[in-house]
């Protein structure tokens, strides 16, 4: 079991079984997918930055294309580097994003490489593959917390609201079999848990952002220093 600060990180399956629970389907994995859908849904609408890392990682271009990693969100920088790990050319750096962060003195950082590529559904696509020289790719970027199977992960405070949102959604797809009043109680539970958990979490987000970003954004800035 991970943790972050206080708070155990735990796989959203864990949900979806006590929902089954409570919803009297625990018998049947029919709707197990409907719900790790929904389960994914309901992260989203929280937001909690425990449920997101800051990483690091060498990805291997093919074809002009370096296939991004589980769990993806932004790109914060990237380099081009060699067989052995070794960065060189001037990182590319989302100034945008890490200015928004609180990170300071990023601009004379980047570089003419940020319109060398984008980012197209899953992948790194570069514009001129002709011009690379290497075929390796160092990148920093936000990731969602997930396993193994790349199911995202949720803080243990969260699997209450997760729960009433499942059961909400399933009791509204499945109408005909659950009474009005409980849809709508697993409806206010998960309105109430939802504005409980954005608020710690938005009192948490800046300083814990400011604090990663920073410290990974001096790690690249450092590096490209020393090797000049």
Request: negative net charge.
């Given at each position: ?33 409907f719900l790790l ?60 994003f890490l200015t ?89 539970t998960w309105k ?37």
């Amino acid at each position: 079991m991970i943790e972050v600060g206080k708070y155990s990180i735990v796989s959203l399956q864990e949900a979806v079984e006590s929902a089954k629970e409570m919803l009297r389907i625990q018998d049947t994995t029919e709707f197990d997918g409907f719900l790790l859908r929904k389960a994914d849904e309901a992260m989203r609408h929280i937001g909690d930055a425990t449920t997101y890392a800051k990483r690091a990682c060498t990805v291997d271009i093919v074809d002009g294309r370096a296939k991004l990693p589980m769990g993806f969100i932004r790109l914060l920088g990237a380099r081009m580097s060699d067989s052995n790990g070794n960065c060189f050319d001037q990182p590319y750096l989302d100034l945008a994003f890490l200015t928004d962060c609180g990170c300071e003195n990023v601009a004379s950082t980047n570089s003419g490489f940020n319109n060398s590529f984008e980012i197209q559904e899953g992948y790194i696509v570069f514009h001129v593959p002709s011009d690379l020289e290497t075929d390796k790719m160092r990148i920093a970027y936000i990731s969602r917390t997930v396993d193994e199977d790349g199911l995202m992960l949720m803080s243990e405070r969260h699997e209450r609201g997760i729960e009433a949102y499942l059961c909400y959604q399933f009791t509204v797809s499945f109408f005909e079999n659950y009474p009005v009043n409980i849809r709508q109680e697993y409806q206010r539970t998960w309105k109430n848990q939802k504005q409980h958990l954005k608020g710690m979490s938005q009192r948490e987000r800046f300083e814990e952002n400011k604090r990663q970003i920073g410290a990974l954004l001096n790690a690249w800035i450092t590096s490209d220093r020393n090797d000049r």
